[in-house]
């Protein structure tokens, strides 16, 4: 089984092995991928933002798969209930696609003559900027957000596979975080300085073994006076069953327990259960059809699904804490 860890420990040992299994509320696990025995063919490195306020809903990643690189986007503009998205693939990443070691520093960015993306990190401050031509439907893309994290907890995670000792998987979510700057996507702007608007950031390294079905569910919402924000993963691997599994209430992480997921990964209008053993966590994901249609955008081999959620979660002092309606992400992966 895995275990909470609270000092910075390497990924790799000397021959390679992995050493960590486990998770932290801060970022000790150091990723020394050079002293991995994964190929570079089959290590997995994106770099993935959400920006959210009440018009608009913001993702954007870049990543090394390997073969080839991804840059993707997708845009949900909640006053008319219409989404934009593009995915472009490069192949032979190698030297257009680097990706940083770590998620406290480094710069990522894409160039050509079609796309200029980059992010960036200084001090406790994110910066996205984005110019895209033709993002969707002959409308261009452009942002320029600042990100400040404010100290917030992330949930890190760290677990090799069982009986391939080339394979890993490392991940920070930091949700939680303030963002501010200004969006523009055909004739629409939208000044994220007057609203306000939560980021977060997943960081995923991974080099897996043949095929592996993964899904994560997140989701963001006010609960009383506080916001909250919920996480779920799993499809990994029996043994780390819930390894991801968390919630924050005003950036303080609260460890979640396994749940089971239940729901149909290539239908994009199922309705997908998340449930603990006793019940005390019982969340119901239920796809939009708000505007006519379904809000969803396959990235690559993702599907990410725009809905919300409903249910219940029962803390340890038997504490109620309802959802109704958290705007929500689920994403079924391909790994």
């Not at 696990?29 to 009440?54: G, H, M, P, Q, W």
């Not at 980059?118 to 401050?125: R, V, Y």
């Not at 725009?306 to 689920?330: E, Q, R």
Request: some cysteine; aromatic content about 14%; charged content about 25%.
């Amino acid at each position: 089984m895995y275990r909470e860890y609270f000092d910075t420990v390497s990924m790799f040992d000397k021959n390679g092995d992995m050493i960590p299994f486990g998770w932290s509320k801060e970022p000790v696990f150091f990723y020394n991928k050079l002293n991995s025995s994964a190929s570079a063919l089959r290590v997995k490195e994106s770099d993935t933002y959400c920006i959210r306020n009440s018009h608009l809903l913001l993702t954007v990643s870049i990543a090394n798969l390997g073969l080839y690189g991804v840059v993707s986007g997708t845009i949900i503009d909640f006053d008319s209930f219409r989404i934009g998205k593009k995915v472009v693939k490069k192949m032979f990443p190698f030297i257009r696609f680097k990706m940083p070691e770590s998620s406290l520093s480094g710069d990522v960015a894409y160039n050509d003559s079609q796309i200029g993306m980059k992010f960036s990190k200084a001090g406790t401050k994110r910066y996205l900027k984005c110019d895209f031509l033709n993002f969707y439907n002959n409308k261009n893309l452009y942002f320029n957000i600042e990100i400040d994290e404010e100290k917030a907890e992330s949930m890190n995670a760290s677990l090799p596979f069982d009986n391939s000792k080339t394979s890993y998987f490392t991940k920070r979510f930091l949700p939680q975080m303030r963002a501010k700057g200004i969006v523009r996507f055909g004739g629409n702007e939208y000044n994220l300085d007057k609203e306000y608007t939560t980021a977060y950031l997943n960081w995923t390294r991974i080099s897996a073994p043949n095929k592996v079905y993964y899904h994560e569910l997140i989701a963001e919402g006010q609960f009383k006076n506080s916001t909250m924000t919920i996480h779920f993963g799993g499809g990994l691997s029996d043994n780390s069953e819930g390894i991801e599994n968390c919630l924050f209430l005003d950036k303080k992480l609260i460890k979640l327990g396994p749940v089971k997921a239940k729901g149909h990964a290539n239908d994009l209008r199922s309705v997908w259960k998340f449930h603990d053993k006793d019940n005390n966590i019982y969340i119901e994901f239920v796809p939009s059809t708000k505007g006519g249609g379904e809000l969803h955008a396959k990235n690559d081999k993702k599907n990410i699904i725009y809905g919300n959620i409903y249910g219940h979660i029962i803390g340890n002092d038997n504490s109620v804490m309802k959802i109704d309606g958290f705007d929500s992400l689920l994403i079924n992966t391909t790994l």
